[in-house]
């Protein structure tokens, strides 16, 4: 993709895969990603901040010929993940005299991963600054977005935080910044809920170490370059907050039909007492969805039918990434059916101990659901109701 201006001497020269439909071989990318590079040209240096994966690598080359780049001092690394760093050796093959500028633990990694030998690197400490000339770069460790080396770089005199994964989306356009911001909002949160959520805890401290930084705009490695910094910001605050929305998320699965006849009765008795409910049939759901709807909801109900004395094989895999996920859910319980017997309830709980959540009634139903067992499920939408009143939604 061409050269795009940021602002004087400060250029985004990545690449924009428009076709990418999956991440890490897992996570869908409906709106495909970018690798964004960034050169930044001082009086007396010039840095690249971030390289591209591998696989873009001419759109980074063309870029660097066209702009008559014959020389990069610096090569910044905020992150060791390949989509970003995998393209440093053939960076450093066409600029040999390049130092990769980055933390101790990133340097470990990047050995490890990419065999670049020592004497490439220039190690960096936490808030340690590289003059460029005329231009500033000061980097900040942020550990844990989304691996322990991440950290940010932010340039002074232009006021811009590049942020690599942090603040990112998956989300590509021509346009380099931020227009859209509804959708640009919803690519960036259905990120953070596939990669960042887990780090939660971790982001909300580096929130609160770079407040008093004055940024005017925020440039991350994947989607466009935010110019209200504000609207991601206040959204990562909202994320990383340990406040819950008056929601319930009910991932199921039905194999022959009883399971998702609870799923509807419970969903209009939830309707019913005014809770907001997001049924996800595990067997079409685009998973980044559901992820999305983990990152505000109070309470999970998971659905499902007994398989060979278990949960069915989709409704472990949604648990499983739910409990990897780690969204700030307060409660949760399971519902299902049975033909003669088994364990599914204690296996699915069993799958969520990163959850710290108080596990509500069960109910669990032998084939079909009757008018008893439609009584037991308006039980349980009182006690979800009574529940959500406890924490004032
Ligand atoms: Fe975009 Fe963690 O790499």
Not at 32 to 58: F, H, M, Q, R
Not at 176 to 193: I, T
Request: glycine content about 6%; proline content about 4%; hydrophobic content about 40%.
């Amino acid at each position: 993709m061409a050269i795009q201006k940021v602002k004087q001497n400060v250029f985004s020269i990545g690449a924009k895969h428009w076709d990418r439909r999956l991440f890490d071989e897992l996570i869908p990318l409906p709106d495909g990603t970018t690798y964004n590079s960034y050169l930044v040209e001082g009086s007396d240096k010039t840095a690249l901040i971030d390289t591209v994966d591998p696989e873009t690598l001419d759109d980074i080359f063309e870029n660097l010929k066209n702009h008559n780049v014959t020389k990069i001092d610096y090569i910044i690394v905020n992150h060791a993940e390949q989509d970003h760093s995998g393209g440093i050796p053939a960076v450093l093959a066409k600029y040999p005299e390049s130092k990769v500028v980055t933390n101790e633990k990133c340097k470990k990694m990047l050995i490890d991963l990419l065999k670049i030998s020592d004497d490439k690197f220039m190690v960096i400490k936490d808030e340690e600054i590289l003059s460029l000339g005329d231009k500033t770069l000061q980097f900040y460790l942020t550990p844990w977005v989304h691996w322990p080396e991440t950290m940010v770089t932010y340039l002074k005199e232009d006021s811009i935080l590049f942020s690599c994964d942090f603040l990112g989306s998956h989300y590509v356009s021509s346009e380099l910044f931020v227009k859209d911001e509804a959708k640009v909002y919803a690519s960036a949160k259905r990120y953070f809920a596939e990669i960042m959520m887990p780090f939660r805890k971790n982001i909300t401290g580096h929130l609160e170490k770079l407040k008093d930084l004055n940024i005017e705009m925020i440039a991350p490695s994947h989607g466009q370059i935010y110019d209200n910094p504000k609207l991601i910001l206040d959204a990562y605050k909202d994320w990383t907050s340990d406040n819950v929305k008056n929601e319930v998320v009910i991932p199921y699965v039905s194999m022959h039909g009883s399971t998702k006849r609870m799923v509807e009765y419970l969903t209009n008795a939830l309707i019913k007492r005014n809770i907001i409910v997001k049924p996800f049939n595990l067997t079409v759901t685009d998973i980044g969805e559901l992820a999305i709807e983990l990152v505000d909801a109070a309470t999970i109900v998971i659905g499902s039918p007994t398989v060979l004395m278990g949960p069915h094989p989709s409704v472990a895999y949604a648990a499983f990434l739910a409990n990897m996920l780690k969204p700030k859910a307060k409660f949760a319980t399971v519902i299902g059916s049975y033909g003669w017997g088994g364990k599914m309830v204690e296996k699915i709980a069993g799958m969520l101990g990163n959850l710290k959540v108080e596990i509500l009634s069960t109910v669990m139903v032998k084939g079909f659901p009757e008018e008893n067992d439609f009584r037991t499920l308006d039980d349980l939408a009182d006690e979800i109701l009574e529940k959500h009143k406890s924490l004032n939604l």
